[in-house]
C-alpha cells in the first residue's frame, strides 16, 4: 500500500455479499482516516426496483446509484469507488440475445477533486481492487458525470460481450 491506506475488512465482507450472496446491487467506497470505509451498500429493495432489469438494462437501478454517488461527492466534486452490479441484455452472433450479470468496479476521480485526493485515491486503488478479487469485475475510471453515464458503461460492457 504506497499510500499508507488500509482496506477495511467490512469493505471485502459487502462486496461478498453483492458478487456471491446477491445481497446489494452497488456498493459506494470512500477513504475515511487513512482507511477504505464502506459509505453505503443498498439492496435492490430499499432502492426500489426489485423487477427484472435486464429488461431496461439496469437503468433504473443504476441512475439511483449516479444520483447517490453524485450527492455523496458534492456533484462529484471528491473521489470514490465504487461497484455495482450490472444486469443487461446483448446480441451475440450466432447466440441471439443473452441475460448477462456483470460486476463493475467504478473509479471516480473528478478533475475538480484536489491533487492529494486524486493521488491517494489513485495509489489506493490497487489495494481496494486485490482487497475485493478483481477477476470478478470489469475496471472503469471516470472522470466527470458524462463517463459515468448508463449509455456509456453500456456501450463498453457491449462492445466487450457481444463478441464472446
Known amino acids: 500500500m504506497a499510500s499508507g491506506v488500509m482496506v477495511n475488512a467490512e469493505c ?26 464502506v459509505e453505503v451498500a443498498l439492496t435492490a429493495e430499499e432502492i426500489g426496483t426489485t423487477d427484472d432489469s435486464y429488461e431496461d438494462n439496469s437503468k433504473a437501478a443504476y441512475e439511483i ?65 486485490a482487497s475485493l478479487g478483481t477477476a470478478k469485475m470489469l475496471q472503469f475510471q471516470v472522470s466527470d458525470e458524462s463517463e459515468i453515464a448508463h449509455k456509456e458503461l453500456l456501450n463498453k460492457l457491449n462492445e466487450k460481450y457481444r463478441d464472446n
Open 12 to 37: 471485502q465482507t459487502a462486496f461478498q455479499q453483492l458478487s456471491e450472496a446477491k445481497k446489494y446491487r452497488y456498493i459506494i467506497y470512500k477513504i475515511v482516516e487513512n482507511e477504505v470505509v
Open 65 to 129: 446509484f449516479v444520483k447517490d454517488i453524485k450527492d455523496k461527492t458534492d456533484g462529484f466534486q471528491d473521489c470514490r469507488y465504487a461497484v455495482f452490479d450490472f444486469k443487461f441484455q446483448t446480441h451475440r452472433p450466432g447466440a441471439g440475445t443473452s441475460k448477462m450479470d456483470k460486476i463493475v468496479f467504478i473509479q471516480l476521480c473528478p478533475d475538480s477533486a484536489s491533487i492529494k485526493k486524486k493521488m491517494v485515491y489513485a495509489s489506493t486503488a490497487s489495494a481496494i481492487k
